[in-house]
C-alpha cells in the first residue's frame, strides 16, 4: 500500500535534507544525544575535525574541547545552557583529532519532541582560525603603530626638551661669565676689590649657579 502523497512528500524532502546536510563540507554539523554523545556526522564535520564517522560517533562531544576549556566546564555549561534557553553560541578553541587546534564558532541548539521532552542537540561549527589570525595580525599592527608614533612623540619632546634645556643652561652660563668678566674689570680699574661691589656680583653669581645646579640636576632626572 502506498504511502499517502504528502506523507511521501515529507519523506524525500527529510531525504534531501539530510543528504544536504551530509554533504555540506564547510560547516560541520551533527546531532548529540541527550547526553552530549555524538549521534550523526556529516563531510564538513570530517574535513574540520579530522575524525571518519566510524571513530567519533557514540563519543562525548568535549573530546573537541581543549584540557583547560574542560576543566573550566566549558562542554557541561554549553548543554546546560541550550537545555536551558534553547540555543547556545561561542567561540574558542577546539581540537582537531591530530591534536592540532583551530578557533571555532560553534552553535548547538535543543531538539525536543512534541511533547516537549529533549532529544537531543544540533551541532553546527565553523573554522574561523584564518579569520582569528588576520584580527590578530590586525592588532599586531595596531599595537606596532601606537608604539611607533608614541616613539615619535617622545623623540619629538626630548628634543624640545634639549632645545629648551640648551636655551637655559647657555643664559646662567653667560650670566656667569658677564660677572667674572665684572669682577676682573672692578680689579683692574681700583686696584683691589670694591667690598660692596664684589658682594652684589658674587651673590648674583651664586644665584646663576645655584640655577645652573637646578637645571642640570632636572636634566640628569630626565
Same mark, same amino acid.
Given at each position: 500500500?502506498?504511502?499517502?502523497? #504528502? ?13 544536504? *546536510?551530509?554533504?555540506? $563540507? ?11 554523545? *555524538?549521534?550523526?556526522?556529516?563531510e ?13 560517533l557514540g ?26 534557553e ?5 567561540? +574558542?578553541?577546539?581540537?582537531?583529532? #591530530? /591534536? ?6 560553534? *552553535? ?7 511533547? +516537549?521532552?529533549? *532529544? ?6 565553523? #573554522?574561523?582560525?584564518?579569520? $582569528? ?20 612623540a617622545?623623540? $619629538? ?20 661669565? /658677564? ?5 676682573? $674689570?672692578?680689579?683692574?680699574?681700583? +686696584? ?6 664684589a658682594a ?16 642640570i ?6
Amino acid at each position: 500500500m502506498a504511502a499517502p502523497p #504528502d506523507v511521501e512528500a515529507l519523506r524525500q524532502s527529510e531525504e534531501r535534507f539530510s543528504l544536504l *546536510v551530509a554533504s555540506v $563540507r564547510d560547516y560541520a554539523i551533527f546531532l548529540l544525544d541527550p547526553a552530549g554523545h *555524538v549521534a550523526s556526522w556529516n563531510e564538513g564535520a570530517e574535513r574540520i575535525k579530522g575524525y571518519r564517522a566510524a571513530e567519533i560517533l557514540g563519543r562525548h562531544f568535549s573530546v573537541f574541547y581543549p584540557p583547560e576549556a574542560i576543566a573550566a566546564g566549558v562542554p557541561a555549561a554549553a548543554l546546560r545552557a541550550a537545555e536551558e534557553e534553547g540555543r547556545w553560541e561561542g567561540e +574558542g578553541w577546539r581540537l582537531r583529532r #591530530d /591534536g592540532s587546534r583551530f578557533w571555532a564558532d560553534a *552553535v548547538l541548539t535543543a531538539l525536543r519532541d512534541e511533547t +516537549g521532552t529533549l *532529544v537531543g542537540y544540533a551541532k553546527v561549527t565553523r #573554522d574561523l582560525t584564518e579569520r $582569528r589570525r588576520a584580527e590578530e595580525e590586525r592588532v599586531v599592527l595596531a599595537a606596532e603603530r601606537a608604539a611607533r608614533r608614541a616613539a615619535e612623540a617622545a623623540l $619629538r619632546e626630548r628634543e624640545a626638551f634639549l632645545a629648551a634645556a640648551a636655551h637655559e643652561l647657555r643664559t646662567p652660563l653667560t650670566s656667569l661669565r /658677564g660677572f667674572v668678566q665684572l669682577l676682573g $674689570r672692578v680689579q683692574r680699574q681700583a +686696584g683691589q676689590l670694591d667690598r660692596e661691589r664684589a658682594a652684589r656680583t658674587l651673590a648674583r653669581v651664586e644665584q646663576q649657579t645655584d640655577r645652573l645646579g637646578r637645571l642640570i640636576a632636572r636634566l640628569l632626572d630626565t
